[in-house]
C-alpha cells in the first residue's frame, strides 16, 4: 500500500521568498512517481510538477522544484520567489508505475495551506 | 482545448435519494478517473477506468455508489440512498495513454446531501 504524509501546518512565506513544503512517503513499488498539485479556492487541481523513481535529476518547472531524496522517501516541494497568486491548498500525491505501462490511481497527502504575505 | 468537465457543478439532495454525477474527460484520453474530497481532506480514490479494461472499482466505499463509462468517453457516477456522509466534492481526471501522464482534473461536483 502506498502512504504520503504531509505533516506541516498551514505554511506562511513572504512575497519573493522561497519556501519549502515538506511530503514524504511509503511504499512498496520498486517503480512510482511522485506529483505536486496546487488546489487554490476555486476549487480546481493544478498539476505542477513530476518526478519519477528512477530519475537521477530533480525535477524542476519553472518556480517549481522537486527535492528528491530517494532514501529518506521525501519529496518536497521547493517554491522560488513566492508570489500571491501561490496562496493556496498543496497536494502530494504518487502512484505506482507498472510494466505494463497502464495508469492508476494516485494516492494523495492530506494537503499543505500556503498563505503568501504581501 | 476543453479541458474535463463535470456537471452539475452543485447538487443539493434529500438523504435517502439517488444522485448522478457527469464527467466528461479530455477528448482522447484513454483513463479515467473519479475521485472523492471531503472538506479539509485530501483526494480519496474511487473507481479508475482504463480503456476497454475491466474498471478498478477498489476504492468505491459501499455497493451503493457505482460508475459506468460508455463508449470510453462519459462516465457517470451514481450514488443510491446518499446519506449525509457522502456530501463532498467529487472530481473525475483523465490522463492520456499509458506511462506516467499526469491526470487532468475537473471542476468537481460539490454534493449536499441534507
Known amino acids: 500500500a502506498q502512504k504520503i504524509t504531509q505533516t506541516q501546518p498551514g505554511m506562511f512565506v513572504q512575497e519573493k521568498e522561497a519556501v519549502t513544503l515538506d511530503c514524504t512517503y511509503d511504499?512498496?513499488?520498486?517503480?512510482?512517481?511522485l506529483f505536486w498539485y496546487k488546489q487554490p479556492s476555486s476549487g480546481e487541481m493544478i498539476f505542477l510538477i513530476y518526478?519519477?523513481?528512477?530519475?537521477?535529476q530533480n525535477a524542476t518547472e519553472g518556480r517549481y522544484s522537486l527535492n528528491f531524496q530517494k532514501a529518506r522517501k521525501s519529496a518536497n516541494l521547493v517554491i522560488s520567489a513566492s508570489q500571491l497568486g501561490d496562496s493556496a491548498m498543496y497536494f502530494c500525491a504518487m502512484r505506482e508505475i507498472v510494466r505494463t505501462g497502464a495508469n492508476s490511481k494516485l494516492t494523495f497527502g492530506k494537503g499543505i495551506t500556503l498563505s503568501v504575505r504581501p | 482545448g476543453a479541458g474535463v468537465s463535470q456537471s452539475p457543478s452543485n447538487k443539493v439532495t434529500e438523504k435517502g435519494k439517488d444522485v448522478e454525477l457527469r464527467c466528461d474527460p479530455i477528448?482522447?484520453?484513454?483513463?479515467l478517473y473519479w475521485y472523492r474530497q471531503s472538506l479539509g481532506q485530501g483526494l480519496e480514490f474511487l473507481i479508475y477506468?482504463?480503456?476497454?479494461?475491466?474498471?478498478?472499482k477498489s476504492g468505491l466505499p459501499s455497493d451503493r455508489f457505482s460508475a459506468e463509462r460508455t463508449g470510453g468517453s462519459v462516465s457517470t457516477l451514481t450514488i443510491q440512498r446518499t446519506q449525509q456522509e457522502d456530501s463532498a466534492v467529487y472530481l473525475c481526471a483523465s490522463s492520456s495513454g499509458t506511462g506516467v501522464y499526469e491526470q487532468y482534473f475537473g471542476p468537481g461536483t460539490r454534493l449536499t446531501v441534507t
Open positions: 511504499t512498496s513499488d520498486q517503480s512510482y512517481g
Open positions: 477528448s482522447g484520453h484513454t483513463a
Open positions: 477506468f482504463q480503456g476497454n479494461s475491466a474498471p478498478d
Open positions: 518526478q519519477g523513481s528512477y530519475d537521477e
